[in-house]
């Protein structure tokens, strides 16, 4: 029951789903968009996928890093004899060493630096200090153990709120001239207009929000295994990275090492979210190692250190304000941000936004003004920010326009449902520009929402609550409307450390039909292989399971920027049906010249040029490959063989959005809150395989459902992260994630090739604030009006008591 | 010290540290790999093996404690060229993405069925529960071990079981259009 424009519609893509019945191929594999079970699942279902420390090389050494028990503090001195006397241990290796060889420091993806080996000070807990290579992994630990270090400890800043205050300790004594803990100030939107809109408002709500730090928590862990062949000067490099590409050339640019002597290979990867493209001081440290022994060295690090230092997520203390009428017409949104970004500038999202694309912040809404105000602070605590399926801060933007508008609807006794529905943004009004500058590309949002409600029944939840409420319990019902923009980017307005956020593919297909795509974009699990390869028989009619799909490997693949914001389907995914027609449209051309006929006279059918009016006569695209290798005689200008290449630079962003429905209910007694129902409906364009965008959106309400009631990285006074292992950093298991409700949409993004959005973080993105304002919503009778995430037992309970409590530090 | 353990039907003998943890022995002694490690305090289960016939966290057992006992892998579930249907399940359910938690869920999922063979969905979470999975939100490594039961049952029984209707699973297992664009699945 399709009732939106098919893709072939509106974006002039041949062939496109919807419009024909399945056509299947000799595999049983849908030719195109549909159902296809996952080629990369034959090795993992057999315990044959091939992890990072699943890899061994000839001569192998093993790493460990000795890390800083404190969060600020100045070394003294560090003594290594003992461990260096340690028959197993090959190298020591301190900041004194890297300084050396001028690798003290490694720039990050924000223009900063961070400290590869703590020279100076360490400045935050779980630091790297020293780097130590051994014959095994259990001596690599046992000589950590021999390393002394005298630190005399400094006071350090913890609360973001008092990073800077004038008596606050400087972090980043470092950098020349540094006074104070300031990193930027960064605004969006107009705020005369905006102060100008929130002063003829009938009603104004305002209110301080946290999004917690938090850390994506892949399952594997990160880690590298660097190999440098003196003779050769080539550097093998196996990492857990989404981006190997752009790895390779900071590399070059951090090491001196020449990149067409890098090479970067990202085997399997046991989940990324964002806390994979980074690079860390072990990955550079594995590369010293391996110089320094002349043998390949494996670094990876435990689950303590992955949680400790690798690339947190938000940590955004916001202060919102919504402007509207009495009759609940929003007018305005004004949010001021304290961005905690850790002791080093580390945030991964292009150069021009230093707070992400927090500036969407404005979400679904039409409303007449808004502004934002962002201000990034360095404080003792680890570097990251950009990261955990958040869409480059889409995340923290959606939860604070979506907290407004309850908090708005609560103000205003008006139903959340029918506040959002009078004021999301028109099917007529788009393509839409918001007043942060974004031109969204397509939606139907009422028509979501509405579909949304129905899925869950939505009248019926509010009858029932009612009657609930009546009997003294707590159920609660909250909605999020979210609208991402994702598929970074065009490369006049992004780029990362100066490199383009445009995405390389390349197509072979051999003699005998079968083919090859090569693609920059690295899977942590999305399934690539399946995906792509179906757009690839889509476009040329090859049977997907002919189709190998090769990723992860510098050396056999283009440039291209990596696998994080949902990138990978809006960019890649374009360039892949790009470089698809090409292959097709030269293939029309060989077709023609076997048939002694003009290519105006052939038409595409079903993976085959026939000619028009007579389609006995035709060529597969098989039979093409065979005669564009062969001896036929080719038309001028056309050269042999059936290959093509693209770079793609979108266009513009993609705009996925969604309507979710989550049911709590919560006993107030304990403060335990159950999530009953989880209603997504996503609109992600048309859906290439079903069952991976399905797959994708289940991942992502768990991550919601996880951020919202359990997981948060908090510290004590004195800087100690309270959320170092999994017995302390809580993640949902499947007892607390319910059976989740799925629905959809389809509306096409009209300047993708196949009118495609991406999914991968809509339901990470979407899912927090529905999951918050259900609690809201339950703890209503109350008088709550708001509590920070994550929302356990103890905090339920105390914002039943009415002292709701501060999530980033530790509770005194 | 040496240790033998029968390792997927075959004794090993080996010379061990004493404090060698089971998953390393499995891993880097015998490579097999399919076991793996996530978070070294018994939290993730991305570890679990089967210890005599048991699941547990292979990451806090000592190779030596594993002495002169049997332990059973992923890499022993598919017989003769033939996925167990707890493999098939979850390739069919999409139970997996990364892949990295799943031989640790498909060792639980197998022993879970030897026991149960009909679990409920309340059931298959409980079993679940000591492992994290941070790719599916569970949904469908439920619907993967509800397939492998139905399966195992229709193998048992060779009637049609499809009128068998095991609730709570959608019958997706058959390949669907993209013509289905719009609809709820619950």
């Known amino acids: 029951m399709t009732t939106t424009a098919s893709p072939a519609e509106s974006t002039g893509a041949q062939g496109a789903p919807g419009t024909t019945a399945q056509r299947m191929s000799p595999g049983g594999n849908p030719m195109g968009f549909g159902r296809m079970l996952r080629k990369e699942d034959a090795r993992f279902l057999r315990g044959q996928g091939h992890y990072l420390d699943d890899i061994t090389m000839p001569g192998m050494l093993h790493a460990a890093i000795l890390r800083s028990p404190f969060a600020h503090a100045r070394i003294r001195s560090i003594d290594t004899s003992e461990a260096e006397a340690h028959p197993n241990v090959r190298a020591v290796i301190t900041g004194a060493t890297l300084e050396g060889l001028k690798l003290a420091w ?38 950590l153990e021999l390393i002394d270090v005298d630190y005399e400890e400094l006071p350090p800043v913890v609360d973001a709120r008092r990073a800077l205050d004038p008596d606050a300790p400087v972090i980043r004594d470092d950098i020349e001239g540094k006074t104070d803990n300031h990193i930027f100030d960064w605004e969006a939107g107009d705020s005369v207009l905006t102060d100008q809109v929130f002063a003829a408002a009938d009603v104004v709500v305002t209110q301080d929000l946290l999004y917690p730090r938090v850390h994506p928590a892949p399952m594997e862990t990160c880690g590298s295994i660097a190999s440098m062949d003196k003779v050769t000067g080539k550097l093998t490099v196996y990492s857990t990275t989404q981006a190997p590409h752009a790895h390779r050339t900071v590399y070059a640019l ?94 991964a999202q292009p150069t021009k ?70 004021n999301l943004i028109r099917p007529e009004q788009f393509p839409y520009t918001t007043k942060t500058g974004w031109e969204y590309d397509s939606g139907d949002y009422p028509r979501a929402l509405q579909k949304a409600m129905e899925i869950a029944g939505y009248d019926e939840l509010r009858r029932e609550q009612a009657e609930k409420r009546e009997r003294g319990e707590y159920m609660g019902i909250g909605l999020s409307f979210f ?64 189709i190998e799909v090769i990723h992860g490997d510098t050396d056999n693949t283009p440039f291209g920027l990596g696998t994080y914001g949902s990138r990978s389907t809006p960019v890649s995914g374009a360039a892949a049906a790009v470089v698809s027609r090409r292959v097709r449209d030269k293939a029309r051309l060989i077709a023609a010249a076997a048939l002694e006929c003009s290519p105006d006279d052939l038409e595409w059918e079903q993976g085959r040029w026939q000619v028009k009016g007579d389609p006995e006569k035709g060529k597969t695209i098989a039979e093409i490959a065979m005669l564009s290798h062969g001896n036929l005689e080719l038309p001028e200008g056309v050269e042999g063989h059936l290959d093509a290449s693209v770079v793609y630079d979108p266009p513009n962003l993609t705009y996925p959005f969604g309507a979710y429905i989550c049911v709590v209910d919560v006993d107030p007694g304990t403060g335990q809150v159950k999530v009953r129902r989880f209603i997504a409906l996503d609109d992600c364009g048309p859906r290439i395989n079903p069952m991976i965008v399905e797959g994708q959106v289940h991942g992502g309400l768990a991550d919601g459902v996880g951020m919202a009631l359990m997981q948060a990285i908090a510290f004590d006074p004195d800087g100690n992260n309270l959320g170092g292992s999994f017995m302390d950093y809580l993640l949902p298991t499947a007892l607390e994630c319910p059976s989740w409700e799925t629905g959809e949409t389809v509306t096409p993004s009209p300047h993708h090739p196949l009118g495609v959005k991406g999914v991968g973080e809509s339901a990470t993105v979407g899912s927090p604030p529905a999951v918050v304002n259900a609690v809201m919503d339950a703890l209503a009778p109350f008088g709550v009006k708001h509590a920070d995430m994550p929302l356990t037992p103890a905090q339920v309970w105390r914002a039943i008591q009415g002292r709701p409590m501060r999530t980033d530090l530790a509770v005194t | 010290m040496q ?41 993730c289960g991305t570890c679990v093996l089967w210890l005599d016939g048991v699941p547990v966290k292979s990451c806090t057992v000592l190779t030596a404690m594993a002495d002169g006992h049997e332990v059973r892998t992923v890499e022993d579930l598919e017989q003769d060229g033939r996925l167990d249907p707890v493999q098939q399940g979850f390739m069919n359910e999409h139970g997996l993405q990364c892949g990295f938690c799943t031989p640790g869920m498909m060792m639980t999922a197998r022993w879970l069925l030897d026991h149960n063979p009909d679990p409920d969905e309340s059931t298959i979470r409980e079993a679940i529960s000591g492992q994290l999975c941070r790719c599916t939100g569970y949904e469908n490594i439920v619907r993967a071990v509800r397939w492998a039961a139905r399966h195992e049952a229709e193998a048992r029984e060779p009637e049609p079981a499809a009128a068998a209707g095991v609730a709570g699973v959608p019958a997706q297992s058959a390949p669907t259009g993209a013509g289905e664009a719009e609809g709820a699945t619950a």
């Not at chain 1, 961070?114 to 790297?128: I, M, N, P, S, Y």
């Not at chain 1, 979506?402 to 908090?407: H, K, S, Y």
Request: hydrophobic share 40%; net charge negative.
């Open chain 1, 483 to 546: 609208t991402e923009g994702v598929g970074a980017g065009p490369r006049k307005h992004m780029d990362i450390l100066g490199l383009g956020m445009a995405d390389g593919c390349e197509l072979r297909v051999h003699p005998t039909g079968k083919a090859q795509l090569r693609l920059s974009v690295q899977t942590q699990g999305q399934g690539h292989e399946t995906t792509f390869a179906q757009i690839v028989a889509h476009e040329v009619g090859i049977p997907p399971e002919d």
């Open chain 2, 3 to 43: 240790v033998t353990i029968t390792v997927n039907g075959q004794a090993v003998t080996r010379e061990i540290e004493p404090r060698q943890l089971l998953v390393h022995f499995v891993r880097d002694d015998l490579g097999l790999t399919g076991t793996h490690w996530g978070c070294d305090t018994t939290q």
């Open chain 1, 353 to 422: 936004f230093p707070a992400g694309f927090f500036h969407i912040f404005t979400g679904s809404y039409d409303l007449q003004a808004a502004h934002c105000k962002v201000t990034g602070v360095y404080t003792n605590k680890a570097p990251g920010g950009v990261a955990y399926a958040c869409s480059f801060r889409v995340t923290e933007a959606v939860y604070l326009v979506e907290r407004m508008v309850d908090l708005l609807a609560g103000e205003l006794g008006m139903d959340p449902a029918e506040l959002r529905m009078k």
């Open chain 1, 254 to 347: 951090v090491a001196g090492i020449p990149e067409h002597k890098i090479q970067i290979i990202s085997p399997d990867i046991g989940g990324g979210f964002g806390g994979k493209v980074g690079i860390y001081p072990g990955y550079v440290l594995a590369v010293v190692g391996s110089i320094v022994t002349g043998k390949p060295v494996k670094w990876v690090e435990d689950r303590s250190e992955n949680l400790m230092s690798t690339a947190f997520a938000r940590d955004y203390h916001m202060k919102g304000e919504i402007a509207a009428t009495r009759d609940g017409k929003i007018t305005g949104l004004r949010v001021d941000v304290l961005a905690d970004h850790g002791a080093f500038n580390g945030t």
């Open chain 1, 106 to 143: 490694m720039p990050t993806l924000s223009m900063d630096v961070q400290a590869v080996l703590a020279t100076d000070k360490v400045r935050f807990q779980g630091q790297e200090v020293a780097f130590v290579v051994a014959d095994d992994k259990y001596a690599a630990r046992d000589a």
